[in-house]
């Protein structure tokens, strides 16, 4: 007589009608319940690991989802049970979008439990291959994988598959702020219009275009010259929106320096937001950016985005020595890397200026030094006459320089400081007529060493005469 086997075990047999292999067992279920579920194959080892598999679940305590999902169920529910709730209304938007146009159509009819890495991986490729953007499909990812968080924290499944889908690396465009002589040209240009000072602050702070918009006429404290960001207004879901600043870091206190009070003090008061459109809403963010491509247009400045006056900010305040970490804090971000690593940027100027420091520490004489001036000579400094003030008074300017020149052992040496500073100071005057007083004794004292020369008979004396 057959062995049964005992609760709990569970049991495998073959169906008459199609030879396939059905095994089932008892499971605790999310909700507390028992509940019988069953797996299937086509040989009777396969069905008795996804049993031991179960059972094996079941002995650590994970317990089976009530209904089995799939996966564009789950999504919906994801979207309105836990995003729309908790999250950002501007996130819940994109999540959204990304689930209705690509996930559901692509994934959707995927058993949730049957999510596999491979399937998740080409499904994204196909989307790359088809010519969705880098940026696009790192969202469709990044929306995935927080749903299946979820489903993994309901234990509807074990394991987060997106977690394990390889992308591509996504490749910051190449961003060229404005210079500081640009901005100062975008702040004249801009000065007679209307939403100029929105454009101080813009350029002054480093401040998002949402929050320059949503700035409330309250949280400007005159009286403690003080600038307080706490919220911003943007389009979502096809509304003008009011709400808080991004982050937390974003809320933050900000010096009223001079240019800001001399452009908002004057402002007719609104009762609510500190710029507002004529009939007193909220300014479209569309009309903002309109009027400000408007002004670099009409006024010949190179063209950038909005957004990126605020990497120009970041640049600048990196450029005028202002540490990294005040630097975070003006630009509200919750991470100093980000504000390094993103929002500020190098420059020719900045390279050259870095690395001419270098050159100086290093004190090596370039090759124009090492042709005029010969190591060794006597360090002093010269007064305005000429004389040097370390020994070398009773010496006129032609002798010293003269002796520099030719950096004969045994003459007078000068200072080679003093020499640079003259051919930088452009006496090429008195360096020149100096070289020429140098050749006029130079040549004299040669023709004196050729009659001295022939008068001791000295075969050399012609070979001399002729080199002078």
């Known amino acids: 007589m057959a062995r049964r086997n005992g609760n709990g075990e569970g049991s ?65 529910y994801w979207l309105r049970e836990v995003v729309k709730p908790n999250l950002r209304l501007s996130t819940y938007e994109r999540y959204e979008i990304g689930v209705r146009l690509y996930l559901k159509p692509g994934l959707g009819e995927n058993q949730l439990v049957r999510l596999s890495v491979p399937l998740v991986q080409t499904f994204l490729n196909e989307r790359s291959a088809a010519g969705m953007s880098v940026r696009s499909i790192q969202i469709l990812r990044e929306i995935l994988r927080s749903a299946l968080t979820r489903a993994c924290e309901e234990e509807i499944v074990s394991r987060n598959v997106a977690r394990f889908v390889k992308l591509k690396k996504r490749e910051q465009a190449d961003i060229r702020p404005w210079t500081l002589e640009e901005a100062k040209l975008f702040l004249e240009a801009a000065r007679t219009d209307p939403l100029y000072p929105m454009f101080v602050l813009l350029v002054l702070y480093g401040l998002r275009r949402g929050e320059v918009l949503g700035l409330l006429e309250k949280d400007v404290d005159f009286e403690n010259s003080v600038i307080r960001v706490r919220q911003q207004v943007g389009r979502i879901a096809g509304a003008l929106r009011i709400g808080p600043v991004k982050t937390k870091a974003g809320r933050r206190d900000l010096p009223m320096l001079g240019l800001a009070r001399s452009v908002l003090e004057n402002r007719e008061p609104t009762g609510g937001l500190l710029f507002t459109t004529k009939n007193g809403t909220a300014i479209e ?125 045994g003459k007078i040496r000068t200072c080679d400081t003093w020499f640079r500073s003259s051919i930088r100071s452009g006496e090429t005057g008195r360096i020149t007529e100096a070289a020429k007083y140098y050749q006029a004794r130079r040549r004299q004292a040669l023709l004196g060493v050729v009659a001295v020369s022939a008068a001791v008979k000295d075969p050399r004396a012609e070979e001399v005469a002729l080199a002078a």
Request: one cysteine or more; hydrophobic letters at 30%; glycine letters at 8%.
């Open 12 to 76: 495998i047999y073959q169906r008459a009608s199609d030879k396939r292999w059905v095994g089932s067992i008892w499971v605790e279920t999310t909700s507390g319940k028992p509940k019988r579920v069953y797996a299937y194959g086509m040989t009777r080892a396969g069905v008795h690991e996804k049993l031991t598999e179960l059972k094996s679940q079941a002995a650590q305590g994970i317990p089976t989802a009530d209904k089995s999902w799939k996966l564009g169920e789950y999504l919906d």
């Open 285 to 409: 963010p569309r009309n903002f950016v309109r009027s400000f491509q408007r002004i670099c247009e009409r006024s010949g400045i190179r063209r950038i985005t909005v957004h990126q006056v605020r990497h120009t900010t970041a640049t600048l305040l990196k450029d005028l020595g202002v540490p990294a970490r005040d630097a975070q804090l003006i630009l509200g971000h919750s991470d100093i890397a980000i504000t390094q690593q993103i929002y500020q940027h190098d420059s020719m100027e900045g390279r050259r200026e870095a690395l001419s420091r270098v050159e100086t520490a290093l004190n090596v004489p370039t090759h124009q030094d090492t042709q005029t001036v010969q190591p060794g000579y006597l360090v002093g400094v010269f007064d305005s006459s000429g004389c040097c003030q370390n020994g070398c008074q009773g010496h006129s300017f032609m002798d010293r320089l003269a002796s520099i020149i030719s950096g004969t052992p």
